[in-house]
Structures are given as C-alpha cells and as structure tokens.
C-alpha cells in the first residue's frame, strides 16, 4: 500500500506507473512538470515521489529541494535516461532515497516504492539535510553506467559528508584512488589536502617515516626533522592505499591516530595531534586476514566503518565502450593521435575480453593500440592479439620493452613526444612504463624466483608480489620474451 507521485513528462511512463500500482490499495497521483509536482506534494503529501531528472519547466534536483523544503520526510526516487556520474552522487549526497536509470524494471521500482513508503510511514522524523554546495572539482572521470558502478555512485554520495573512516575493496586497477578523490571531492574536508600513499610501494623501514615523520638523526640518514603525511594533512583526508601490506607496528600506530588523532614523530617524544580523514583500500581479502590475525582485528573494524566494493571490469562489460570513448578522448591528444573512436569490432572485442588487470591494463592497452592506430578510428586490427583472441597472456602490451616500444618508438622519442604535448604527469607516466619492463628483466634473470627477485630490486616480497598483480604479470609465463622462450 502506498500513495504514491510520479513527477515525469513522458506519457508512458505515467501510464505505466498508473498501470503498476493502480490497485485499491496504492493511490497514483501523476505530474507533468516540477509546478505541478510541487503543488500535489504541498496539498497531498505523498509517502513516496518517483522524480524524473529532466523536466520541462525546471531541473529534477531543484524540484528535489523544494519537495525536500516541503517535508523532508518523504523519500525522493530519481529516475533519468542520461545519468551523469555528477548527478548521481550529488543526488545521493543530497539525501535521495535512490537513483534509477531507464528503462526502468517494474518489479523493483515496486519494490522500492513500497519500502520507501513503509520507512515515510514508520519514520517522522526530519530527515537530515546534507550541504547543498556544490562540490569541488568534477568526478566525471569515473565513467560507467552499469548498475554495479551505480550503487558505488550511491555510496560516494552517502558517505561523503559523513566525517567517518572508509574502506574500499577491489581488485588492482579497479580505480580505488578514484573512489577516494570523488569521497573527498563532496566531503566537508574538500577544502583541505588530499595526499596518497602507496603502503605497498614503500620498503617497510621507510613506510612508517613517511607516514608520521622523522626527527634529525633518528636513523642514519635522518639528517633533518621530516614532517609526515598525517601531520602535512591535518584538516584534511589521506588515502593510505595497499593498506594491507602494512606492518604490525605501523598498523598499531595508525590505529592510534584513528583512536586519539595522536602520535608521535620516528625518534620523537613530542606528542603530535592531528585531524585527519583516513580513507584506506587494498585488493586483498582484508576480512579474511583479520580473522587470521594477518591483519589487527580492531583496525580492520575501525577502517570499516563503511565500506565500498568496486566491481571488477569483467563484471561490468556495458561499460567498456565508455571507458574506451573516455581514454580515447584522453590519450589522443598525449600520444599525438587524431584516433577518438573505435570500431564496432573493435569495442565488441574489447567487451569480450576479461581484463584481469582490469581499467589499468585496459589503459595500457588503448595507448599501446594508438602507437600503432593508422587513420582517425581504432581498428580491432590495432588491438594485441591476446586482446582479440580473448585469452590473456603474460606479456600483456608493455609500452617500454627495453629501448623500444613494440610499435618501434625508442625511449627518446616517447619522451620528446610528451614533451611536446605539454604532459604535467610525465614521472609518473615514465616510471609505470619502465616498471613493467624491469619487473619483467629481473624475474627472467632468477627465473621467476620472487625471493631473489625482492632481494635486487630492495623491496620486500609482499611488494613485489602486489606489483606483479598489479601489472598483471604470471610469472611461470610472462618472465620469457618471445625470443627468450625457452625450449621443451
């Protein structure tokens, strides 16, 4: 049972509101536009409105705010045909109760009517009315529409303005660190810093120095007082990525900050305040480490106060062919090119295939098809041929493979060509090409060994290990060249 108002100025999508709940016990009141709406919440208060996102007299969200300046109890279901990322999330931020795309499944917006009927029933109480502000910076660089990436767009939005820890889970190159920038984008803290650490990248006697900082001659080499990333982001939020690769006398460290906002510098004995966000993330089955004691229990439930499950790329094939529109759009320009769209072949083949490095290796392989991309559209032709054979192979698309790319552009070139598209990111775009490549030169030389292979490269194994899944590398195959294979 539920009275119910459907904002829409789509014929058929009133008829077939009408149509599903018009029973004896649903009351169906209908509007063409925001006026008309507003004026039936006003007279009839509903215990449910269904509000399209584009309507003809006013936008969706500010119909949304007057309904919610009305009653604010009444919950809010958008529905739209052209989501934006933006949208989404600011909807969800705002307080909608959720946020469908077209066309729509009848059996769950009846479902979902009914439980926000029930809980405007049950529940009087004023809702809580988040900033209206609008956020800083955009978040449109996370891309996709599927339903899965739905719900993620939901949960940025919910828990944005929550000053709480989070927690985001997902395998390597799912576009964890996106997840965080948009929480901090929309959050109260937005004003504030944003800082990164890699918890895996970091050698473990350096990690903690990084994180809380260094007085002179704490260690050999501490030849001045080092200022930490908890300390350099008070008033602010840090995304401690790889989270799980992290000691046990850090994670007790961290946990104190978490507890108290205290700590002390690497050496130190002055006690340290600070007001910082954690926002932290990992690939790995943190659960699972927690109840085998890999992982302490208690940060593992400090750091989960909420948390956010991205899916993996396989899992959502609907959205390749945005990604693909997205990174076109992106790498063209970089590289040089004029190629801003694949052919239909091209991203059916590209929808096919699994991705288990997922939207970074889907990255890596757009660019090392535009090297290789003759004319304004990406051929399958262009695509690697693991990639179009739909099997993945070890030796996935390396930009770098010793002085020469595989399209036959030397090192020295691909530097020049960066320089000449103005880069503002060439570090890091240098050192994830040369990673693959000396990875790649290192295991080969201790065939395949990770201990020995940790050893020359002075990391530990846990690190190596989370950049060869990161990389995508399978090292009892990917370590061979084609013209290193061994014999039978």
Known sequence: MAKLLVI???????HAFRRAFGNDDDEVLTAADGAEGLALVESQRPEAVVLDLNLPDMHGMEVFRNIRRIDARIPVIFVTGHGTTETAIEAMKEGAFDYLLKPLKVAHVRELVERAAEICRLSREPALVADESPPQGRTDVLVGRSPAMQEVYKAIGRVAPQDIAVLILGESGTGKELIARAIYQHSHRSQGAFLAVNCAAIPEALLESELFGHEKG????????RIGKFEQCNGGTLFLDEIGDMTALTQAKVLRVLQDGAFERVGGNTTIRSNVRVIAATNRDLPRMAASGEFREDLYYRLGVF????PALRSRPEDVPLLVEHFLRRFSPELGKDVYQASPEALEVMSRYPWPGNIRELQSVLKWALLKAQGPVLLADFLPASVRSGEPRDES????????TEAGLDWDAFIENRLLSDSENLYAESLALMERSLLTR??????????????ILGITRGSLRTKIRALGLRIERSVWSHDDQPGP
């Open 218 to 225: 704490a260690f050999t080499g501490a030849d001045r007082t």
């Open 307 to 310: 948390t956010i499950s991205l």
């Open 397 to 404: 698309p390396p930009l770098l493979s010793s002085t020469k």
């Open 8 to 14: 829409d100025d789509e014929p058929s999508i009133l």
């Open 442 to 455: 290192v295991l080969r030389h201790t065939d395949g060994n990770q201990v020995q292979a940790a050893r």
